[in-house]
């Protein structure tokens, strides 16, 4: 079927969520128990070494020679420097408005989640099993946008809803942290305002994990109609124009996987001073 020069064809083949689906791996035996490790967990578990490794390279003192001695550099300059501005920025801009005195107790938590919600980002926009399919010839299933797995996304946002609960406990006290739970109202209010703050609670951690793997799994959907508009049309006319398109949109992600570690960070840090200040 062609219309106006362009030719149709049906492909049942062509997935546009085929990108973002968790596959299987290996599986491994625990006891009795076996567990199946998908390739979103091999991308979490990548970020994580990957972090583990490259930031205390990236952040130690370098030696240089002045005056013919050789002496620590405590001015940090590349990467080095990019990742304090981050952590600066982090703590003056984000925590500390929110935290006040306690910022430099919990700021260490703000930092992990940020750097990891952006490396699981950074990870995802990489087509590793692409790459190693041109290399080896073979499809296989390593890599893959982890944040685009609500599984992934709702672990961090438990980890963050059970973090600011610890925190808040761990600051104030178990006694104070539930008496101060809700706002000081009339006692007859009382009980529907706990009611809703405990639900308010448990919604904080549902819309972490919803918008971060909403934004990521639609950019990577985009992505991917764009490049099956080649499988439709085939020509070259489409050819270029959907890799044109899929290039611009790479950037916009690239500033998504930013935003979206941002706002993460952002929502996780007001929820823990809420938490951790009694007049919250």
């Known amino acids: 079927m062609s219309i106006a020069g362009f030719h149709f064809v049906a492909s049942v083949d062509f997935n546009p969520l085929l990108p973002s689906q968790s596959a299987p791996i290996f599986t491994i035996s625990v006891g009795r128990w076996d567990v199946i490790v998908s390739n979103h967990m091999l991308v979490v578990a990548a970020a994580a070494l990957l972090l583990l490794a490259c930031i205390p ?8 020679r002045l005056g013919g001695a050789s002496r620590s550099r405590m001015v940090p300059a590349g990467l080095a420097n990019l990742i304090e501005s981050i952590c600066v920025f982090l703590r003056e ?10 910022t430099d107790r919990y700021i260490g ?13 950074l990870l995802g926009m990489i087509p590793s099993e692409k790459i190693i399919a041109v290399l080896t010839g073979r499809e296989n299933h390593f890599g893959g946008p982890a944040t685009a797995n609500i599984y992934v996304t709702g672990g961090l946002a438990a980890v963050t809803f059970l973090m600011t609960h610890i925190y808040g406990i761990r600051q104030q006290g178990f006694g104070r942290y539930i008496i101060n739970f809700a706002p000081r109202v009339p006692w007859w209010i009382m009980p529907l ?33 764009l490049l099956g508009l ?10 270029v124009a959907s890799v044109s ?6 950037f916009l992600e690239l500033l998504v996987a930013f ?22």
């Open 57 to 64: 390279v990236a952040t130690r003192p370098r030696r240089t």
């Open 93 to 102: 801009e984000v925590a500390r408005p929110v935290m006040r005195e306690h």
């Open 109 to 121: 938590f703000v930092w992990t989640v940020f750097f990891f919600v952006l490396s699981l980002n």
């Open 193 to 225: 305002l706990y009611f809703l703050e405990i639900i308010t609670a448990f919604v904080r951690p549902f819309t972490l994990a919803v918008r971060l793997f909403a934004n990521i799994i639609a950019g990577h959907i985009l992505m991917a109609t």
């Open 230 to 239: 080649i499988l439709v049309f085939k020509n070259y006319c489409a050819a």
């Open 245 to 250: 398109a899929v290039v611009a949109v790479s």
């Open 259 to 280: 935003i979206q570690a941002f706002v993460f960070t952002f929502l996780s840090t007001l929820y823990i001073g809420f938490s951790i200040s009694p007049e919250h």
